[in-house]
DNA sequence: ATTACATATAACCAATTGGTTATATGTAAA
DNA sequence: TTTACATATAACCAATTGGTTATATGTAAT
């Protein structure tokens, strides 16, 4: 059961996930993003690993993190779902409103 | 801005919510809801209030408490767009991942 | 005016977090 | 086999968190 509210409750990890988001990257070039410390980034990476949202590997004397796209959906599904649970009735005008798109507040 | 992430990652101020979804409560209500202490309570109260996710208004002696059912709302509609953006530019490896990895439960 | 009760605040504690610097280790390249 | 570079780890620090107990304050009821 991972703590998606920990591994998503900062927004350089969420920084960090973003870059992710566009593709494999060493630790090196997450660094390199950053203004601040490799270990200061390496601690970000370890709560994302604990909370297994993002995995690691090995390609010579780098270290390269990917997403775990699938966990990452899941984690946000459960916050969602935990919001809704406390939106409700007002949900499903929201869910119309979401789906239909931006303030298409006119007549079809 | 209210960080969302910061005021439902306890799992107490989750419960807080909950009950605040059946109605206003009063904090001394609240506190009798749990075992923890009325100054604990209030601390969490307070980071609710921070990030505005409830209100609080005098009823007398008592305080009460309500969601901010909008804030909630917009919190919702955020994290609904995240989960767009991620689906859009991943579809490609989300596929692949689908099509080679665990999820293929079917054949072929 | 006193008392009772709801809430607020202060001081404290241990654990976690987000950062630092300094240094060790592992791997590749010279 | 040195050297250079990517990463890991250790020790430290300040701020935050989630709790405590003790006490102060505000309001209502007697």
Chains 1, 2 share one sequence.
């Not at 370890?46 to 993002?54: A, F, P, S, T, Y």
């Not at 809704?84 to 006119?106: C, T």
């Amino acid at each position: 059961m991972p703590d998606v509210y920990r591994a998503l409750g900062d927004s350089t990890r969420r920084r960090i996930l973003n870059m992710l988001k566009q593709g494999n990257k060493s630790q090196k070039e997450i660094v390199e993003a950053f203004d601040i410390s490799q270990p200061a980034i390496k601690k970000h990476l370890n709560i994302l690993l604990e909370e297994r949202i993002i995995s690691e590997s090995l390609n010579g004397k780098y270290r390269i993190y990917s997403l775990n796209l699938n966990i990452l959906q899941f984690a946000y599904h459960e916050m969602l779902q935990y919001i809704e649970e406390l939106l409700d009735d007002q949900l499903v005008s929201l869910k119309n409103y979401v789906e239909k798109g931006e303030l298409r507040d006119e007549q079809d």
